[in-house]
């Protein structure tokens, strides 16, 4: 095979592939040579070559035994990234050593081994794990791409896909089947209606069965239902033809409801399912997800999707590869990574209806597997209880909420991007109107700083070096009396200004440099109203839908089990009044809205029992923790100044809440407004206060060095397999602390929200599910129920649901819009 070595900038090639070079059951495929390497002449050396030698060795392959080789056998120029054009040169040689070695299994390393092998722009996230096979010459290899062991050190969590992997790779080497198809041949498609009354009369005799749906889009309302893959015995599946037999048939549509009503059903991704089949009248008793069971059993973010569970468990291959083939869109791309996207015409073609049908059977079957898989699993965890009496309950609430949506004031919401889009123009006039700023382009952190610092000619912070220091930033902005500036600054967190450059544009940078001209104060004010009107006026009319909007919540969102949502982001909604009054009660309801206060220093003071942080709680907890931090009476408070007690009590809040999330003063000192000696006092003053708090602290450090995993009080469970260096070690310490009490105050503000509805219909009205939003959720009603309901409120709230002296305080608002609450109760 012919290289392509005049092609390289390179001016040779220092390494060559080292390992056992003929016949290797593992041929180990990196992407270049860093600086170590280049010095020694062999791939795979310093911290990760060690991390991928001792994980081989865990798994039982020798280091000698490997064949080692590189997608470039040269070091670009400082480390950087290979180029396409490199990979390509270079890919001839990396092909005639591969023919040569004859491995048994390739395992390409990260992106860049990957694309050498696979071709390619897909990330190593999608590709890894997933068994193929290439042809070089006439030689075919298996190939099993996996993580680059350099970037576990990035990123820890991915340690345990690369073992699995590099497991899985090695089990192949040795013989195991790489892959096992689909059983397609026991898959029924129902499209008659004989087929269907024979499916009615087993339901009857069924306790369960699984169910995936195919659908011409996300949206029930604008799309359809093709088909419906039910399975309840292991390797095979029933497939309903929906658009034959229900779409026009009510007695079937009729029929098929009641029998999904009668057993249990589990899906992946039950959100979905559950809501499309609400949508057309039907409710399931949907009484497990496997998606959210196996977010029970790893945490981790990414890892949920039913391909990458059911290739995980059952050595599936891609098995919506030849579908998205057979109709010929973008999505049949080398990479496979575009969405499956059906429509009804591909439903008409006998061919591609077969083929929807059977892909449809194999989501049915693998999810009916991973039930009672992922079932045995949970309980021997121990974390069924999350699945069933959190997850569950919570998955259906959340499809009210995003079927139900919210109303828009359509009217005020026309108005307000009105204001705004003026009120943004005669912002770039002001703008415009300085000299040489008529064609300048705001969005450009280029042109603004050339703007800034050449042409006004404003002054920069002082650095040493090309990045500010924490320290050099404190220094600048200190004497500064700016109530808008320091109110940012006190606000910011230390990450805004991290890695920071004295020519930077950022709006920590703009409100330092707004006090030498008015410019910049104007680019900040011009910054946020863009964002206001791109976010919240064109962002919320896209996802606006009949006057109304839809979020989506994920309950796999985040490794703690805290909640997160899109479409819009409601966690991310700013606390302005204007925005919040942009959605509105429907008509002949009232909005009912509880927010915990201090929710997480509250679950601090319930898991450590701390005496002097539950007296705290009975107070206000910041004026208490700012007593005890300044080492003050009530009349030393009292006798102060506003500005002095208010600075009290932001260090107060910020000390105890950094003290939740595992900042150090490094990262206090800049909200603080202090030096980080002086946030280093205040924090080890807290920690000496609280006795019990900082034991418990202590020995949530001490439990996951030994355990390598935390739960909280409900169950869930974060996990840390390994254990990298110093710094990742501080990393799992701060979480070991920050997850339970997290998990804490989102879960007990979820079970009170769905207590709350459940109490509301158990009177005989429908409530109308409203945001939840961190420590606080709301609930539509009835107006005539509006006293009843305020009082169920209050009382599921503080009534917590375990055994505590600690007092859950919260605060309860009425009214007939986010933005028009008023505060009914406080207690």
Known sequence: MSTRCDECPSKGCPAYPSGRLHRPDIALIGEALGAEEEKRGESFVGKAGKLLRETLMDIGVEWGDTYRNNALMWRPPENRDPTPEEIRACNPRLMADLIDAQPKIIVPLGNFGVAAILGGKTGITRKRGIYREITIGRHTFGVLPTLHPASIFRSPDGYIDFYQDLAFAKRIADGEDPIVEPPYDNYVIINTQRGFNALMRRFKRLG???????????????????CVGMSWERETAVILDWVALIEDNQSNHEQLGRALSGVDCSFHNGQFDVMWLNSRGIFPRFTMDTMLAHYCLDERKGSHGLKRVAASYYKAPEYDVHLKSSLNTEAANEDRKAPLKLSLDDWDDNETRTN????????ADFTNRLT????????????????????????????????????????????????????????????R????A??????SPKQVSKYLFDDLGLNQMSAKKDVLTQSEVLEEIRMIEDTEAIEYWQTASSAVFSNMKPRSTSTYML??????????????????????LKNYYHGYKALMRQGRIHPRYRLHGTRTGRLSSTDPNIHGMPRLKEIKKIFIADDGYVVIYADYSQAEIRALAHLSGDAVLREACAGDIHREVSKQLFRLTDADLNAMSEEERTFRRRAAKTIAFGIIYGRMPKSLAPQLGVTVKEAEIYRDRFLRQMPEASRWIRDQKLLVRKEHEVASIYGYKRRFPVFLDKRHISEIERQAVNTPIQNFASVMTLLANIRVMDRIREMGYVPMAWPHVHDGFGVQVPEEIAEEAQEIMIEETHNVGFETDVPFAVEVHRGYGWGDLEKVYEG
């Open 356 to 363: 929807i049908s059977l892909y449809c059977g194999a989501d």
């Open 208 to 226: 369960h069965t699984s169910i995936d749906l195919e659908t011409t889009s996300l949206d029930p309302d604008t799309g359809d239902i093709l």
């Open 511 to 532: 409100h330092w440099l707004a006090q030498q001209d008015e410019f910049p104060r104007l680019m900040v004010q011009h910054r946020l109203l863009g964002t206001k």
């Open 372 to 431: 009672e898989d992922l079932r045995e699993e949970m309980i021997e965890d121990g974390v069924d209880s999350v699945h069933d009496d959190i997850l569950i309950p919570a998955a259906h609430h959340f499809i009210d909420l995003e079927r139900t949506g919210m109303k828009v004031d359509e009217e005020y919401h026309e108005e307000l991007g009105a204001r705004w889009a003026g009120e943004l123009q005669d912002l770039e006039d002001q703008l």
């Open 433 to 436: 109107a300085y000299p040489g």
């Open 438 to 443: 008529s064609d300048l382009n705001f969005n």
